[in-house]
């Protein structure tokens, strides 16, 4: 019994050192992520939609589950960072948005199994969401082997194209 009760307390002071060693770890490299994907998510903006800059506009509190961020776009149009459930979870993609319209799409970020589920992070891919509305974008093909990575893809368009309707009404 002695000998159960000794594993016990050192396995628990391991597990205890290990936790504190990678909170720490985290403490630095979290705020270096985050600068990291803020910067990609900025080029993106220019990528998925033509303007001559952008300002951040607070998610509504309606979209926060599906909604990373908003970007104004100088003439009036949006750049939505929505999210979709993938297969290895969260894909966050950049939708730049124009009178309801998909001016372009990218990933921002994703987790998805390489070489199956990152074929959505393609121009290909992302090239069947231009030109679609809310009517319209559930209609791009998905990707053979990796349905459940185009379908977070068309879920987050789907989001971002809901929150530009939503702004709209709101304006």
Same mark, same amino acid.
């Given at each position: 019994?002695?000998?159960?009760?000794?594993?016990?307390?050192?396995?628990?002071?391991?597990?205890?050192?290990?936790?504190?060693?990678?909170?720490?770890?985290?403490?630095?490299?979290?705020?270096?992520?985050?600068?990291?994907?803020?910067?990609?998510?900025?080029?993106?903006? @220019?990528?998925?939609?033509?303007?001559? %800059?952008?300002?951040? @506009?607070?998610?509504?509190?309606?979209?926060?589950?599906?909604?990373?961020?908003?970007?104004?776009? %100088?003439?009036?149009?949006?750049?939505?960072?929505?999210?979709?459930? *993938?297969?290895?979870?969260?894909?966050?993609?950049?939708?730049?948005?124009?009178?309801?319209?998909?001016?372009?799409?990218?990933?921002?970020? %994703?987790?998805?199994?390489?070489?199956? *589920?990152?074929?959505?992070?393609?121009?290909?891919?992302?090239? @069947?969401?231009?030109?679609?509305?809310?009517?319209?974008?559930?209609?791009?093909?998905?990707?053979?082997?990796?349905?459940?990575?185009?379908?977070?893809?068309?879920?987050?368009?789907?989001?971002?194209?809901?929150?530009?309707?939503?702004?709209?009404?709101?304006?």
């Amino acid at each position: 019994m002695r000998e159960y009760i000794k594993v016990s307390l050192s396995l628990g002071v391991v597990c205890a050192v290990v936790t504190f060693l990678l909170a720490f770890v985290n403490s630095f490299t979290a705020p270096k992520i985050k600068e990291a994907t803020d910067k990609k998510a900025v080029e993106l903006c @220019r990528k998925v939609y033509e303007a001559e %800059s952008f300002k951040e @506009r607070e998610v509504p509190e309606d979209f926060l589950e599906t909604v990373n961020k908003i970007y104004l776009a %100088s003439d009036g149009g949006y750049v939505i960072a929505a999210v979709g459930n *993938g297969y290895g979870g969260d894909l966050v993609v950049m939708v730049g948005v124009k009178e309801g319209k998909v001016t372009g799409s990218a990933v921002l970020t %994703s987790s998805e199994t390489e070489n199956i *589920g990152t074929k959505v992070e393609t121009e290909e891919f992302a090239s @069947r969401f231009s030109g679609k509305d809310l009517e319209n974008y559930t209609q791009a093909d998905a990707i053979a082997g990796a349905t459940r990575s185009s379908n977070a893809y068309k879920t987050a368009v789907g989001n971002a194209l809901k929150v530009y309707e939503n702004l709209k009404a709101g304006e």
